[in-house]
């Protein structure tokens, strides 16, 4: 069975709401025509559980139960049935949704996988987003990631707004920056994963992420609620493509931030990601950029780590917050910067160099304050951009 928790605001009779959605998101009602076959439509009908005031927001929970039957096997249908038409009926914000273990895709790889490519085991895994994000060449690419490869970066990343686009199609930007993961394994051994932007029409997107890994790339990132969490599901389950997929928030705050409707961040960016195969979940952290939920973030957390994906906390992440993200995460996370590494003040490969520094730095139990540090990458990176 699957477990939905609404959250309707004061004013609204959830119970009656609630009842509403079980029985007009299922099988809905039906006459004497249909008495011959009550039993079977029967099986097909939701149920109210609970439905709770809290006493803080006056705001109530009404738990909702389906029948598992009554969807496909992935998040589409399951979007469709828990609030598809009655996410236009009114104020009602999903909260929690809670799936059996079977449900969905596993990620092919996560947490265990990409560790066991990156041959890196002990240690939270280090990330860097390409930019400026658009008008670089490939040959540009490939000279940044040059850069930051040798100073001893994980993972890079396409900006997810970076498309197939003719300053430097992605074929181009993969068979320049395959160029440089091949040197930087020949000459050090050591694995650079470099998620590849996959785009374009449904039709064509997935034959593109063939192309893309019979060309030699080793990680896709996908923009999953541009594109739909079908095509994530689609990418997790084609064979041929065995590799990790990075999946980017873009769009969540239109399904998730308004306090009364949508859905909880929690939810799309935790519960569903990881029932339909991504490998590593980019998602905002509260001490980051954006305004964010540390609750939410939380359960985002839990919910990857349950299923063995990867969370990635992302937007704003620089150097001074590596005390606080391991304390929160603890090794299995993967820290994703942008400016953070790119715009350091000595360059792309002493912001590299500052999260390692700040890595040692927590190990050791030592001071991240100023007057501590010896000049250096580290020293530097908190100079410009502070703690937390």
């Known amino acids: 069975m699957i477990e939905v928790d609404y959250r309707f605001p004061l004013g609204v009779d959830a119970e009656k709401q609630a009842k509403v959605i079980a029985v007009g998101q299922t099988a809905g009602t039906w006459d004497a025509r249909f008495a011959h076959r009550e039993a079977a439509l029967s099986k097909h009908l939701g149920q109210v559980i609970t439905v709770k005031r809290e006493n803080i927001t006056g705001c109530s929970i009404a738990t909702v139960r389906f029948p598992e039957g009554n969807v496909e096997n992935d998040i589409s249908s399951l979007l469709t049935m828990i609030f598809g038409k009655y996410s236009m009926a009114g104020a009602a914000k999903v909260v929690a949704v809670r799936l059996s273990n079977n449900y969905g895709l596993s990620p092919k790889l996560g947490i265990s996988g990409i560790r066991q490519r990156l041959g890196v085991f002990n240690r939270p895994l280090i990330m860097a987003i390409f930019k400026p994000a658009l008008g670089l060449s490939a040959e540009d690419h490939a000279a940044i990631l040059k850069e930051v490869a040798y100073a001893g970066l994980d993972i890079i990343k396409d900006d997810e707004i970076l498309g197939d686009l003719d300053v430097a199609p992605t074929l181009e930007r993969l068979k320049a920056c395959r160029q440089v993961i091949d040197e930087i394994k020949q000459k050090t051994g050591r694995t650079i994963l470099y998620a590849v932007n996959v785009t374009g029409s449904a039709d064509k997107l997935l034959e593109k992420a063939r192309l893309l890994v019979r060309e030699g790339a080793n990680a896709l ?168």
């Open 221 to 388: 990132l996908l923009n999953v609620l541009s594109y739909g969490f079908s095509v994530l599901q689609a990418l997790a389950a084609d064979a041929d493509i065995n590799v990790p997929i990075f999946t980017h928030p873009a769009l969540a705050g239109a399904l998730c931030a308004a306090p009364d409707h949508g859905i909880s961040y929690s939810v799309i960016l935790g519960t569903f990601m990881a029932h339909a195969g991504a490998d590593a979940v980019l998602y905002p952290a509260h001490y980051g950029s954006l305004p964010f939920d540390a609750s939410e973030e939380a359960k985002i957390k839990h919910s990857l780590r349950d299923r063995n994906v990867f969370p990635v906390p992302s937007a704003g992440i620089h150097p001074g917050i590596v005390p606080q993200a391991i304390a929160d995460y603890g090794k299995d996370v993967i820290l994703n910067a942008g400016t953070g590494i790119m715009d350091h003040p000595d360059g792309a490969a002493s912001g590299v160099k500052a999260f390692f520094q700040a890595l040692e730095k927590v190990e050791q139990q030592e001071s991240f304050e100023l007057e501590h540090l010896n000049d250096g990458a580290l020293k530097r990176a908190l100079e410009k951009w502070g703690k937390k």
